[in-house]
């Protein structure tokens, strides 16, 4: 699937790094990391404190990379598309609640996962064997789940540092639209105010 989608063709992708003084030639991490993790590693390397007046998504890297064993520091990571949490990472595990698009950033259609789709991302990083969300020990996953999910739309409700939303403007010349090569329309090179992208294209201006 494509990138844009909450599945793992949207989001994995591998990256390099090389720091002399912590990291060895060839050391390989199979760890969940995120691009959100460069810039608390970054602090920690160079000394630098963490602002105190925001909370910070991003993990420190340092442990990892001192010790190829250690746990990531992300026992749960949520993907985001605009304003709704399509999916998690729950330790091994992904849980899909919703899933949209594939063959291109719309279709297929934004559908509703209850139970969830579940994957174990050690042994089917390619999402296609979902496991029975009916089992024993997937109900008790779920549960742990979704509890961790609240507390984290909790939390980012209640921080006081967002920005203000940048995802409600349209330049149809500019963005990646597979609906402009679906509709066959040249698109014009204006900007104008709309739906985020995730949302019905019926519903975005063409």
């Known amino acids: 699937c494509m990138k844009g989608t909450t599945w793992e063709g949207g989001f994995r992708e591998p990256g390099i790094v090389r720091y002399p003084p912590l990291l060895q030639p060839g050391q390989r991490l199979t760890q969940l990391v995120s691009t959100m993790d460069i810039f608390v590693t970054a602090l920690e390397l160079t000394g630098v404190e963490p602002p105190a007046n925001r909370t910070l998504d991003g993990k420190s890297l340092v442990p990892l990379m001192k010790d190829s064993s250690a746990k990531s520091g992300h026992s749960d990571y949520y993907y985001w598309r605009g304003n709704a949490v399509f999916a998690m990472r729950h330790g091994d595990f992904k849980l899909h609640f919703y899933t949209q698009g594939c063959t291109d950033y719309w279709l297929p259609a934004r559908t509703q996962h209850d139970p969830p789709l579940i994957f174990h991302m050690l042994r089917d990083p390619a999402e296609a064997y979902p496991l029975n969300a009916t089992l024993p020990e997937n109900i008790v ?13 909790k939390e980012v409700h209640d921080d006081n540092s967002k920005g203000t939303a940048q995802l409600n403007k349209c330049n149809l ?34």
């Open 141 to 153: 996953l779920i549960k742990s789940a979704r509890a961790a999910l609240e507390a984290h739309l």
């Open 173 to 206: 010349a500019a963005a990646l639209w597979p609906a402009a090569q679906r509709l066959k329309v040249k698109p014009e090179d204006r900007e104008y105010l709309c739906a985020h992208p995730s949302e019905d294209p019926s519903q975005v201006e063409m």
